[in-house]
């Protein structure tokens, strides 16, 4: 029926141009990102309970809300946080493909049950249950250089003029500013003055709360149905002040005699900031951190575009004098970087594919029909991505650069087929292609199937790995199945067009014109002319060559790849030149074949081709005396199965490996107890050293909050180290960690470390590895729980295999138990509440009624003098009123005791734990990091400890051998298939047999280069396993066709290896060509192009070396198996359905 192509050319034109349309309307809409969405979704609960200790925060929040929360349905596991600044955040990870909103409303439910549970403050300041958007988008920082502009001006000027505008940006899932300066009223007590007024906190709460109010007068002359009158009146009362100087007027007290105590006699008011927890700079001057986050599905960088278009539309219209903003971190960089060097490999992949193809083939003609096949195949591809709900990322890329040397397969096998009955049966190129197109549709047909077919079970892989297998797996099918359209409609179209018959020997088109143009005018002489003529556009070529080098844009991005210097532009350009003279001089010779053996691309072209004829006739010779040889063939696939074995047991293993993403997180840990000033000194300290460094942009730096779980303690700091763009720097981002390493030891009294982005947006803040060290005993010891980790982490800091290990549990931080002593308090009148709340107001902090103002709502912090909460001793000279109206010291019925306890207490999945930060050593795979935990975990732990993971240390973790079962099903559904096309269950042995030796490859050149088994590699290997089988199958299925023709299955093998020797090889080397720019990739993305490309150069390189001699052999011994033996037979014992019928 494919034929019928070659009666109707416009319409096999078009199906490929509505294609290429089709895939090129889907680039414009297609989402892009660094990776497919793979994070698993999670849902926030945030609690905020002002003054209490992160101890009173679990006892008497935390631990209800995580009972309620505990197995919501697909939930994987659950983290909590409380810090003794009064704040909880828990985390619920869903499993992945769990609906988000859903996820939201079934824990929202569970916190609605248990609402009336908790203490009446945190639920007055409100529980803010949402979606938890994991992606990190980018770091804005809002600066100025005027020095009269602090950080809380430029807090509440970013959240009123650019955090709103930010936050209406579809995209944006996640908008906030660091800290928490927004404006307050600080309402700041004098105790001493209150003492002599005889006036406590709730006096000075009860007078806010009295007179800062809002009033509902209501409306005079409202109607009533039952009288009217002509106007109405609305009443108003602006009874909540908004000024400090109205705060200070408020009444605290007044006697008939018309003394009045006023609020600013026991107190100063200004407006100032809600909380000073936290100091944000960049490069030395204040500023205000805004912090984005993705929505899931969108497009990364279209949502960073309209970001920065946002802000910088703001700053030309609003920005005051000195104010200025600057992008500290930007997932764009690295995800454009990358993409861009995936699509330099593209391109440089095609051009290495076409390259190999022409030294194949011969003929430029002959070249162009496959290269055609694959711009079609590509971009069509884009169009089903679409549909399939895809988006352009790193592994669909991937999977577009390794699909080029596949979806050219099926166009040379056409066009090599064309040639082979070109010259056997000297045929015009109409003729030869209506035969070949009769002759190979259904093996093409079958070869799309079965590439497509190891890849269909992989699309049913759950779980992250699962979405990476998935997208990598329906890219690979559907360029492959679009490839099968083109080299059954367009390809064989382009063949009877193009393709000129063998004893055409007269020049066409311009250059036939012009040469016959050069003889009429020269006549014998014509030969100088043509030589002459070849110099000139020789040299114009070279011409053109040496100008567009020197084109800015083009000089970039060829600067990428090699330094373009003046020398090397013109030793290119004179290459370049010299070539074309020679060509031209070729060309103006016609097409004879004696005539282009005379130029030096026909003469390397010639000897090629006579070299890969002599290489095929040795190959046939060698065939002939192994083939039967059974106990080789056996001997060779157990060896190179064994060394699978020995290979993997030292192949390091991983998940997905870290890359250098362009920036550094370095995080600082003061002592216990530090202040936020101190710390930020320290902060400021590797500030200066990161400065010092070539390879470093910029360095911000935020005290008082640390960015691997998100929490906030005066003894943390992050700086964020933003480095050069790859190509400006020679050192990577590791060597750059293990220099700062090394200068950080100058800074005294301070821990540091250095991590790198997360491999996957989304799975945790940091890269690395994430480990939780439980405490099951469930004896609430947490002095136990802090020696246990102490040990712990001095036994993995003697592994080789870690390094950077950190963790923020520390159960000595500074504390002060109140002790009360009841019975005096209740013999002096006074109420342990009253006691207690008045203490939670003067020290803690609380806050009551509130005002409006820039169009924002503020809070009232009621709070003492700092002069007054510095020291423990100043909790001597503070007095509540008892019940007779008296001041009564706390020292008479209260004192404190100093011990140690935590600041900060984390819990995953209900136990209390320490979480612990890491990353490989240098040489070492995130799989071998796991495993050397789990031994340590098993080694040291006492009984009653236990470990568990987050993020994506979790899937990995867990994952197992999930790589075995994914191969073993590929390798299972491919031998179904063949089955089912031989109509034999041993003739696909002889298929799956051979993979071994590409195996077997691809592990041995991963281990040369230092690379690991990892997703990737896992990719790679799917991806192979089609490949080699199609090799396989091409030699088979043409040794079956000539036992049927009634060879014997020995010359059967030899001929099907003969015939096929010469496409395997130029398919397969023009696969291996299209990945050499992978194999080499330098700068973003470069682990993963170079684990995926060795893996598929390795296998192809040794399968397709060694298989051509070893699938013979194989064949021979199944065929012979298979001989004879049938499913069916009819009554005169006659095969019904069987592979082979012997010939009478």
């Not at 108003?236 to 009444?251: A, S």
């Not at 000089?555 to 020679?582: C, K, N, P």
């Not at 790589?963 to 590929?970: E, G, K, N, P, R």
Request: include cysteine.
């Amino acid at each position: 029926m494919f034929e019928k192509f070659l009666h109707r050319p416009a319409l096999a034109i078009v199906i490929s141009l509505l294609i290429l349309f089709m895939g090129g309307l889907a680039i414009n809409v297609l989402p892009i990102s660094q990776f497919p969405s793979v994070a698993p979704p999670s849902v926030r609960v945030s609690v905020s309970y002002p003054g209490a200790s992160a101890k009173i925060l679990i006892d008497s929040t935390m631990v209800i809300l995580e009972q309620a929360i505990n197995g919501v349905p697909n939930m994987r596991y659950m983290l909590s946080d409380a810090t003794s600044a009064g704040e909880g955040t828990i985390q619920v990870i869903f499993e992945p493909g769990t609906d988000p909103d859903v996820a939201v409303m079934n824990v929202n439910n569970r916190v609605q049950m248990v609402k009336n549970n908790l203490p009446p403050i945190v639920e007055r300041e409100g529980i803010i249950v949402m979606q938890n958007m994991s992606s990190m988008l980018m770091y804005v920082n809002v600066f100025s250089t005027d020095e009269s502009v602090d950080q809380n001006y430029l807090y509440n000027y970013s959240t009123v003029n650019i955090l709103n505008e930010i936050k209406r940006i579809p995209g944006v899932g996640f908008a906030s500013i660091l800290g928490n300066r927004s404006y307050a009223m600080r309402v700041e007590l004098d105790l001493d003055r209150m003492r002599a007024y005889h006036v406590d906190a709730e006096d000075v709460m009860e007078a806010l709360a009295d007179q800062s109010m809002i009033g509902t007068p209501g409306r005079l002359g409202q109607a009533t149905g039952t009288t009217s009158q002509t106007l109405e009146y609305v009443l108003t009362w602006v009874g909540r002040y908004t000024t400090p100087e109205e705060y200070e007027q408020i009444i605290l007290r007044a006697s008939p005699e018309g003394e009045i105590l006023r609020l600013t006699d026991v107190a100063t008011i200004s407006l100032g900031s809600s909380f000073y927890d936290l100091y944000s700079d960049i490069d030395g001057l204040p500023a205000a951190a805004i912090v984005l986050k993705q929505t899931p599905g969108s497009n990364a960088a279209d949502v960073i575009e309209q970001v920065k278009a946002k802000v910088e539309d703001i700053k030309a219209k609003q920005f005051p004098p000195g104010m200025d903003y600057a992008v500290t971190y930007d997932v764009s960089n690295f995800l454009d970087a990358s993409i861009e060097k995936v699509l330099h490999t593209l391109f440089e992949a095609f051009i290495l594919v076409s390259l190999v193809v022409y030294l194949f083939l011969g003929d430029f003609r002959s070249t162009l029909i496959p290269t055609l096949a694959v711009p079609v195949s590509l971009i069509g591809t884009f169009f089903f991505m679409l549909m399939f709900g895809m988006s352009i990322n790193l592994i669909t890329l991937f999977a577009l650069v390794l699909a080029i040397g596949v979806v050219v397969d099926d166009a040379i096998v056409v066009v090599e087929a064309v040639h082979e009955k070109m010259h056997a049966k000297h045929l015009g190129p109409y003729q030869a292609t209506q035969e070949v197109v009769q002759e190979i549709s259904g093996a093409i047909i079958a070869i799309t199937l079965v590439m497509t077919a190891v890849f269909i079970p992989v699309t049913f892989m759950t779980g992250p790995v699962g979405v990476f297998y998935r997208q990598f797996a329906l890219t690979m099918a559907m360029a492959i199945v679009i490839s099968g359209v083109v080299a059954l409609s367009l390809t064989p179209v382009l063949c009877a067009m193009i393709l000129k018959p063998l004893d055409d020997n007269v020049q066409r088109g311009i250059l036939g014109l012009l040469n016959r143009g050069i003889q009429k005018v020269a006549g014998r002489y014509a030969f100088v002319l043509r030589a002459l003529v070849s110099l000139l556009l020789g040299i114009a070529v070279g011409t053109g060559v040496h100008f567009l080098l020197h084109i800015e844009l083009v000089h970039e991005v060829l600067s990428e790849q090699m330094e373009l210097t003046d020398t090397r532009i013109d030793i290119i350009a004179g290459v370049v030149a010299l070539l074309a003279v020679f060509s031209f001089r070729a060309a103006f010779s016609g097409f004879d074949g004696g005539a282009k053996k005379r130029s030096p691309i026909g003469l390397f072209l010639h000897g090629f081709d006579r070299g890969v004829e002599s290489v095929t006739g040795g190959y046939a010779r060698v065939l002939r005396h192994i083939i039967s040889r059974r106990v080789v063939t056996i001997a060779v696939i157990a060896v190179f199965g064994y060394g699978i074995l020995v290979v993997n047991q030292v192949l390091p293993t991983g998940f997905i490996p870290l890359e250098d993403q362009g920036m550094i997180y370095g995080i600082v840990q003061t002592p216990p107890g530090s202040t936020l000033e101190y710390t930020n000194s320290k902060c400021h300290e590797l500030q200066s050293i990161c400065k010092q460094m070539d390879e470093v942009t910029s360095v911000s730096s935020i005290a008082g909050y640390e960015v691997l779980t998100e929490g906030r303690g005066s003894n943390a700091g992050t700086c964020i180290i933003n480095l050069k763009p790859w190509a400006d720097r020679e050192l990577t981002s590791r060597e750059i960690i293990e220099e700062l390493e090394e200068r950080g030891t100058d800074i005294a009294n301070v821990k540091l470390e250095f991590f790198e982005p997360p491999a996957v947006p989304g799975f945790g803040a940091a890269g690395g590895f994430s480990v939780n060290l439980l405490d099951k005993t469930n004896s609430g010891d947490y002095a136990a729980l802090g020696q246990v980790t102490d040990e712990f982490m001095a036994a993995l800091s003697k592994r080789p295999e870690l390094k950077g290990l950190f963790t923020f549990f520390a159960a000595n931080y500074p504390q002060y138990e109140v002790i009360i002593d009841n019975d005096v308090a209740m013999q002096k009148g006074v109420s342990i509440k009253d006691a207690m709340a008045n203490l939670s107001i003067v020290i803690g902090s609380t806050w009551e009624q509130g005002f409006v103002r820039f169009g924002q709502f503020y809070k009232v912090y009621v709070q003492a003098q700092p002069k007054f909460r510095r020291y423990p001793e100043d909790l001597d000279n503070m007095f509540v009123k008892n019940e007779d109206g008296e001041m009564v010291p706390y020292s008479a019925f209260m004192r404190i005791e100093k011990k140690q306890g935590l600041n900060e207490i984390s819990r995953y999945n209900l136990y209390p734990t320490a979480p612990i930060q890491g990353a490989p050593a240098s040489g070492y795979s995130s799989g071998e990091a796991i495993a050397a935990i789990k031994q340590v975990a098993e080694e040291t732990l006492p009984n009653g400890f236990d470990i568990d993971w987050q993020g994506l240390s979790y899937d990995e973790a867990k994952s197992g051998n999930t790589a075995v079962y994914i191969f073993l099903i590929v390798v299972i559904f491919v031998y179904m298939v063949l089955v089912g096309q031989y109509e034999s269950f041993l003739i696909p042995l002889a298929v799956l047999t051979s993979l071994p030796v590409g195996i077997f490859g691809s592990f041995a050149f991963l281990q040369s280069m230092g690379l690991a088994n990892d997703v990737y590699c896992q990719i790679g290997l799917v991806m192979l396993v089609g490949l080699l089988g199609k090799n396989a199958i091409l030699i088979i299925e043409f040794a079956v066709q000539r036992r049927q023709e009634g060879l014997s299955i020995m010359e059967a093998g030899i001929e099907g290896g003969k015939l096929r020797f010469r496409p395997i090889l130029m398919t397969s080397f023009a696969f291996i060509a299209g990945l050499i720019p992978l194999v080499r990739a330098t700068g973003p993305g470069a682990i993963g192009n170079r684990t995926i490309g060795t893996t598929a150069v390795g296998g192809m390189l040794l399968g397709t070396l060694v298989g051509v001699l070893v699938i013979p052999g194989l064949y021979y011994l199944f065929a012979k198996m298979a001989d004879g033996r049938t499913l069916i037979r009819d009554e005169h014992d006659q095969p019904l359905s069987e592979i082979f019928e012997r010939e009478h």
